[in-house]
């Protein structure tokens, strides 16, 4: 049960766009749709942010958004703002439920 | 409203056993999965275990495997995590979830193991 990889950090000003990325397996990455990606603020719970690749939940700005091509899923956060400045944690299902995290990437906004 | 609340968390030697407990309102506990997880210092997140809904099913992260049970009670509202033989490495936050299909929507504040003699 290997990790999905994603960079440690990633950073933008505001207003700029920025993507993180998520590698996987054909595994996992490459044959379920189910990648989800998580906010998590110093101190909080994690936040869902996308699920199934590219849905978004009520009440999560647009400015967010998914995708996955092979077996690389990617977070893109357009227009970004101060308070998008977290971690955000990747994940895909497995199979025979078991769900594997990427390790993190802490995102900067300058 | 949605809510997850863990509690149990606290500080044990290697070797003893803890058990969190996960306490869930606003929403009809017994048609969800739910899933616990954990954050160690400096780490990413880490899923541990899921639970099906009437607690018939359950299946565990390698790296707890046989250390770990998880448990509900329906009746309670209330999910379950007995860690036994703690190692250092064990030492994070816990966080319950509640699974939603193959993601998952709602989280807990969390709850800290540390493990030290």
């Known amino acids: 049960q290997s990790a999905l990889t994603q960079p440690p950090s990633a950073s933008g000003s505001p207003g700029q766009s920025v993507t993180i990325s998520c590698t996987g397996t054909?595994?996992?990455?490459?044959?379920?749709?189910?990648v989800s990606w998580y906010q998590q603020h110093p101190g909080k719970a994690p936040k869902l942010m996308i699920y199934e690749v590219s849905k978004r939940p009520s009440g999560v700005p647009d400015r967010f958004s998914g995708s996955k091509s092979g077996n690389t899923a990617s977070l893109t956060v357009s227009g970004l703002q101060a308070e998008d400045e977290a971690d955000y944690y990747c994940t895909s299902y497995t199979g025979i439920y078991i769900w594997l995290f990427g390790g993190g990437t802490k995102l900067t906004v300058l | 409203e949605v809510q997850l609340v863990e509690s149990g968390g606290g500080l044990v030697q290697p070797g003893e056993s803890l058990r969190l407990s996960c306490a869930a309102s606003?929403?009809?506990?017994?048609?969800?999965?739910m899933h616990w997880f954990r954050r160690a210092p400096g780490k990413g997140l880490l899923w541990l275990s899921r639970i099906d809904s009437d607690g018939s099913g359950t299946i565990y992260a390698d790296s707890v495997k046989g250390r770990f049970t998880i448990s509900r009670d329906n009746a309670k509202n209330t999910l379950y995590l007995h860690m036994n033989s703690l190692r250092a490495e064990d030492t994070a936050v816990y966080y319950c979830?509640?699974?939603?299909?193959?993601?998952?929507?709602?989280w807990g504040q969390g709850a800290l193991v540390t493990v030290s003699s």
């Open positions: 054909s595994s996992d990455i490459g044959t379920y749709n189910y």
């Open positions: 979830s509640r699974g939603s299909y193959y993601h998952f929507d709602y």
């Open positions: 606003g929403f009809t506990f017994i048609d969800y999965w």
